[in-house]
């Protein structure tokens, strides 16, 4: 392990709930490790880190994150690897995009080496969490939220970082059925589509529920002026293999999510000699595509979605049926190669695993 440059407090449960985890039935999000990691920021600076047993918050009714939504999170993975080592997939880049979120909803930055550290302390300490079959990982959150008890409008000047985590399987259990939005709106240019911030999920609910009622799992983003630009899912970057080419949206845009995943299949695609594009990708053309037979791939990449098959597009109320899903090629393949990486069957060559 590195060295620790903060000190961090530790106080162990003496009632671990580990012995009562149904390892086989592991519903995303839902069953919790027996600790959790606070620091509270106040008088302009972070105090002391603290690894305690997991509990419930006590907040006053006036918590100006509940009201007006200074909330900010990441979401990484920590997988156990052949050796029965630990590994965690890049926690330099969720350090790197949390204070990014910071910035942008007028947070304190919270310091990347010690959002790390902290990453590493809890999954250490909690590291019989870890599950050992494969396909299953344990997944990281780390958030932070203004704690002021003040109903006025202000950047609040007290703050509350934590991280937990959660013994999961796979977020989606089978190929998923998007539609391509072309009324709502997940982020405009200038909003804060870019930051991994409460309010964009909060706002994405109500159009993702009417696609779910027509039978979709997930929507498809479009851009908020013409909705005639693909930019993510809800839960997840989008990717397409059209004529051989990896093409996705690129992140220039403040209203996509710059994934960590995504960024992953790039370099790996890249590496392996592929022609990959990252620009503005329209709809007519990705229906085009798969009108005329060129588009032979369509997937999500996210942390908690991993590489997530698209077997149907809706738009304009048609259904376009995606090629079969065990002939594609390169998604499949870079599946596999990413928890080859993490779970320690392939050399990490890029450097994008950190040990403990
Ligand atoms: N886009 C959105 C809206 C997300 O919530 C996520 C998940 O974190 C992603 C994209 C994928 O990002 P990452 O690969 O860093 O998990
Ligand atoms: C993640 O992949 O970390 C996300 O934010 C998605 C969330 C739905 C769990």
């Known amino acids: 392990m590195e060295h620790s440059t903060y000190t961090i407090k530790k106080n162990r449960t ?14 995303f999000g839902k069953v919790f490790s027996d ?9 302009g600076e972070w105090g002391t880190p603290e690894i305690m ?6 907040l006053h009714p006036a918590t100006s994150a509940i009201h007006y939504g200074q909330s900010i999170f990441e979401g990484l993975k ?35 080496e010690l959002f790390e550290q902290c990453v590493r302390e809890i999954v250490d300490f909690d590291r019989e969490w870890i ?13 932070m939220f203004a704690t002021d008890d003040y109903i006025g409008i ?15 399987g796979a977020y989606y259990a089978e190929p998923l059925n998007v539609k391509i939005e072309e009324h709502y709106t997940r982020a405009a240019a200038g909003g804060v589509g870019r930051a991994k911030t409460a309010g964009n999920y909060a706002a994405s609910l109500y159009p993702a529920k009417l696609g779910k009622d027509e039978g979709y799992h997930q929507l498809v ?17 989008i990717m397409f293999v059209i004529d051989g080419k990896l093409i996705t949206p690129a992140e220039d845009a403040d209203t996509i999510l710059p994934g960590i995943t995504k960024r992953s299949v790039i370099e790996l695609a890249k590496d392996w000699g592929m022609e990959v594009e990252e620009r503005q990708v329209s709809v007519s053309e990705v229906i085009k595509a798969i009108d005329e037979g060129k588009l032979t791939e369509a997937f999500g990449a996210g942390t908690a979605a991993t590489i997530a098959q698209i077997k149907m597009i809706g738009y304009k109320g048609k259904h376009y049926e995606l090629p079969s899903i065990p002939e594609r090629e390169f998604s499949n393949k870079v599946y596999r190669h990413l928890d080859d990486i993490k779970e320690g069957r392939t050399e990490d060559k890029f450097g994008w695993v950190v040990k403990l």
């Open 78 to 112: 920590a997988y156990r690897t052949v050796d029965n080592e630990v590994a965690i997939f890049r926690p330099d880049m969720n350090a790197k995009r949390f204070a990014e979120s910071c910035k942008r909803m007028c947070m304190p930055e919270f310091p990347p």
């Open 14 to 27: 003496e009632n671990s709930d580990l012995s009562r985890v149904d390892w086989d039935n592991l519903p």
């Open 53 to 58: 047993p997991f509990k419930n918050l006590e």
């Open 221 to 237: 983003w479009t851009d908020a002026k013409t909705h005639e630009y693909i930019e993510e899912s809800g839960t997840m970057n």
């Open 35 to 43: 600790h959790m990691l606070v620091i509270d920021y106040d008088n």
């Open 131 to 143: 599950p050992k079959k494969e396909g299953y990982s344990l997944y990281i959150r780390p958030f």
């Open 154 to 168: 202000k950047p609040s000047d007290a703050y509350k970082f934590m991280i937990f985590t959660c013994p999961v």
